[in-house]
């Protein structure tokens, strides 16, 4: 762009249709199925069986594979079994299949981190489950 040019101003229609909406609050399902594969990086494995009772920011899967965070369950309630599924790529994921209480207890086991250094601050990150939303 040459100096003292400037590009001409586009006003773009704002069309935010439910912001005069009230909020819903959507009911807990009865049932969950969370894939084990949520990012670029390596599928989890499973940390959870069929029979177990997991809470709500329990961590359900993970692996040590690079580019990889934990998998959290965002409900409480019994884990009925993993299931496998046909994935968007062509290949396979498991499901981890939780049948909910609807209590939506959350797990004990849950801190505030604490990082004093950068490797520190890098963990706590990972462990979260933080991922990017793309467009790397």
Known sequence: MSQGKHLPSILVPHHKNTSNLETVVMPVPDVVKICMSQS?????????????HVKVGQRIGDTDAFVSAPIHSSVSGTVKGLE??????????????????KKQEVYEGITIPEANDLPEFIKAIRASGLVGLGGA
């Open 40 to 52: 670029i990086g390596a599928p989890c494995k499973p940390l959870v069986a069929k029979g177990d």
């Open 84 to 101: 496998e599924q046909r994935s968007a790529m062509g290949g396979t994921d498991t499901l981890v299949v939780i049948e909910t209480d």
